[in-house]
């Protein structure tokens, strides 16, 4: 495709660390057969920013985010040890991305235990236990608060149904643990309520005592539709249903605030395989066609959703044709599996 003429939208491309800019690479390679108008804003986080400017999560990285919106972000490393704060973490900090969204669906031609999964699970992404609230009440007592407000609760209970209706998925489920902590996850579970109530009554809705609710996730996924977690619970239950469809490399994620919106690969950096040419790209690369949905929808460009349509039946399809990297038992290498795509495109 001829691009010469074609409006170019900005967008920050994060390569990450370990396989991070290997993935990448072979992703916007991907982009770049389809036709994809987006002119990267190339900026670092994680170790590979360090070196530079002593920082984890740079200024310009967060300059850049604020002004185009939208970034794909290969996998960051965060050093160990005090001083440095989870990447990812001060992320969803730094623009309020309150809404996780992970799709969890069997892919063809990837064989596990359990067939018609078709999941997507929505994970409140700023509050919880997660808020970092920590303290030492005395020596050998220490203490984490779980946070969790009327505003965050409400929102994410919101978002959780608006998105539901838009994609028309039929039913949410709320996975709690309100029996025992009854203020915060009750809090939750009462904005899920209110929202289904009052605002969303066309989508069906239940709730489940998290630990009757995994066991009924692992006993038949397909019996659920969207998940509405808090954070924590989220964090747990996303990775968790990705081993239903052959684990994180093949499961896309979305971080999405207000005004911003991060898509990533929710899997790490895998430092033992960096730089071999091995690493799978399916991951980010579902990401990215998320990215292209997610631009369709709220700037109204119909060339990104189409974009997206072909290459999601192309990676398909190359599924579907045995064309698989190493762990999902297949032979390709990173580079090959793009071209694969890129072939089927």
């Known amino acids: ?160 149904f608006r998105y539901a209706t838009q994609r028309k998925r039929k039913k949410i489920t709320v996975f709690h643990k309100a029996n025992i902590m009854k203020m915060t996850d009750g809090l939750f579970l009462r904005m899920a309520e209110n929202a289904h109530k009052k605002d969303y009554p066309n989508i069906r809705y239940e709730s489940a005592i998290i630990d009757a609710g995994c066991m009924r996730l692992v006993q038949d996924p397909s019996q659920f539709d969207v998940l509405l977690l808090e954070n924590l619970y989220g964090d747990v239950v996303s990775d968790l249903c990705a081993g239903f469809v052959g684990g994180l490399g093949v499961v896309p994620g979305a971080n999405f605030g207000e005004t911003e919106a991060i898509f990533e690969a929710v899997h790490g950096s895998a430092p033992d395989i960096a730089g071999r040419n091995v690493a799978n790209p ?23 959703g189409q974009a997206a349509e072909r290459i999601r039946a192309a990676y398909d399809r190359a599924l579907t044709d045995g064309e698989k990297t190493r762990d999902l038992g297949g032979t390709l290498d990173t580079d090959q599996f793009a071209q694969a795509v890129v072939q089927r495109l």
């Open 1 to 160: 495709m001829n691009l010469a003429n074609v409006s170019m939208r900005k967008a920050v491309l994060i390569p990450g660390d370990g396989i991070g800019p290997e993935i990448t690479d072979a992703v916007i390679g991907v982009l770049d057969a389809a036709g994809v108008a987006i002119e990267w804003d190339r900026h670092y986080a994680g170790l590979a920013a360090l070196d530079d400017s002593g920082d984890v999560l740079p200024q310009a990285t967060i300059d850049a985010i604020t002004r185009h919106k939208v970034a794909l972000k290969g996998p960051c490393t965060t050093p160990v040890g005090e001083g440095f704060a989870s990447v990812n973490v001060r992320l969803r900090k730094t623009f309020n991305l309150y809404a996780a969204v992970r799709p969890v669906r069997n892919l063809p031609g990837v064989e596990t235990r359990y067939q018609n999964v078709d999941l997507v699970i929505v994970r409140e992404n700023t509050e919880g236990l997660y808020s970092g609230v920590e303290n030492e009440v005395t020596p050998g007592v220490v203490m984490s608060m779980k946070v969790a407000t009327e505003t965050g609760c409400r929102r994410i209970a919101h978002w959780a």
């Open 282 to 304: 399916l991951a980010l690369l579902m990401s990215a066609v998320m990215m292209l949905n997610y631009l369709t929808e709220n700037e109204g460009d119909e060339a990104f």
